[in-house]
């Protein structure tokens, strides 16, 4: 078996403030994925990357970067935290099929005061 | 536009009843339909999947029922446990491509 590692677990943020979000996984999977929940919206992709160095832009990628520079690693910026903005970002990884399994870690809980 | 919907919000049941919790979907194309298990504090899990070419897909205590005409499934949990409380999300991919989550369901059993 594997695991996703995600760091922080929790992250709390001042406004405007540019944070970075890490997430590991030892599944050696191609595909990497970074979901946004929030209560009542369910899981929002922002970033998904099919393969390292690749990057594929998600319903909701508008304010948020992210890097793949290893096959191990996907990171996440928020590039200019939102004044009250709750969240939890999920990282999730898959084998490229047609039917694919996401292996989820157990996500970062953002605040911003 | 919510893609892939779900209702009902939460859901509370006792033990050893049947939950049902039901999902909707807007594009035809959509041929994967897998439901993932979240506990809190935990990411979700996949739980079990069904393809479009299926109308049922049972494992265990848990059966999708699947009407690709509706465009509509659910998952039925029979004899619910009080472990089964988690919230339930309702998923849908087209060829390989990435998820679409719906806002899941929230089932609390009660003993």
């Known amino acids: 078996g594997g695991i996703i590692t995600q760091t922080p677990k929790f992250l709390i943020g001042q406004e405007g403030q540019k944070l970075t979000l890490k997430c590991q996984q030892n599944?050696?999977?191609?595909?990497m994925y970074w979901y946004r929940q929030d209560s009542g919206k369910g899981l929002r992709l922002i970033y998904y990357?099919?393969?390292?160095?690749?990057?594929q832009k998600g319903d909701l990628s508008e304010g948020y970067d992210a890097s793949r520079e290893k096959k191990s690693s996907f990171s996440l910026t928020v590039t200019s935290a939102q004044k009250n903005e709750m969240a939890v970002f999920l990282c999730a990884s898959s084998i490229p099929k047609s039917q694919n399994t996401l292996y989820f870690g157990a996500g970062t809980r953002l605040s911003v005061l | 536009q919510q893609q892939v919907r779900q209702s009902p919000q939460s859901l509370t049941v006792w033990e050893g009843e049947t939950a049902i919790l039901n999902c909707s979907y807007e594009n035809s194309a959509f041929d994967y339909f897998p439901w993932y298990q979240q506990f809190p504090g935990e990411g979700p899990a996949l739980l079990i999947s069904i393809l479009s070419v299926s109308d049922k897909k049972e494992d265990g205590r848990f059966t999708i029922f699947f009407n690709k005409r509706e465009k509509k499934l659910s998952l039925h949990i029979a004899d619910s446990q009080p472990g089964d409380s988690a919230t339930y999300f309702c998923?849908?991919?087209?060829?390989?491509?990435?998820?679409?989550f719906g806002t899941g369901t929230t089932v609390s059993v009660s003993p």
């Open positions: 998923a849908a991919s087209q060829g390989g491509r990435a998820l679409i």
């Open positions: 599944f050696n999977h191609d595909t």
């Open positions: 990357s099919i393969t390292e160095n690749d990057l």
